[in-house]
């Protein structure tokens, strides 16, 4: 069993900057276990559908969702810490969702939520205009 934790939400003002930060840790989740593991961020606005932000696969490769967060968004991990990151940068009021941290137990990127296995319990980001 793989546990997901996200961290670094909250309420920002449009333009200001966020990192939100996901620790993944588990009985078996070990660093041998995560190399086995990409990881994924996505995010669920208001009466709207879970919407794939960013992947990446253990050795950094990473994938964008919508144009809107290409180049503002950053995805990264440190496998030391069992950790991805997301820093946001010039955040708009239209970020405002609940970010969610997946794991999905392939070493591919995916877009897809069907496709990851574990997910945290999301953390609200904010953007007031």
């Known amino acids: 069993q793989v546990q997901l934790v996200e961290s670094g939400g909250g309420l920002v003002q449009a333009g200001g900057s966020l990192r939100l930060a996901c620790a993944a840790s588990g009985r078996t989740f070990s660093r041998y276990v995560m190399e086995r593991y990409a990881m994924g961020w996505f995010r669920q606005a208001p009466g709207k559908e879970r919407e794939f932000v960013a992947a990446?696969?253990?050795?950094?490769?990473?994938?964008y969702g919508t144009d809107s967060v290409k180049g503002r968004f950053t995805i990264s991990r440190d496998n030391a810490k069992n950790t991805v990151y997301l820093p946001m940068n010039s955040l708009k009021s239209e970020d405002t969702a609940v970010y969610y941290c997946?794991?999905?137990?392939?070493?591919?990127?995916?877009?897809?939520?069907?496709?990851?296995?574990?997910w945290g319990q999301g953390t609200q980001v904010t953007v007031s205009s």
């Open positions: 997946a794991a999905r137990q392939d070493s591919s990127r995916s877009i897809a939520s069907y496709e990851y296995d574990y």
């Open positions: 990446i696969t253990w050795s950094g490769l990473s994938i």
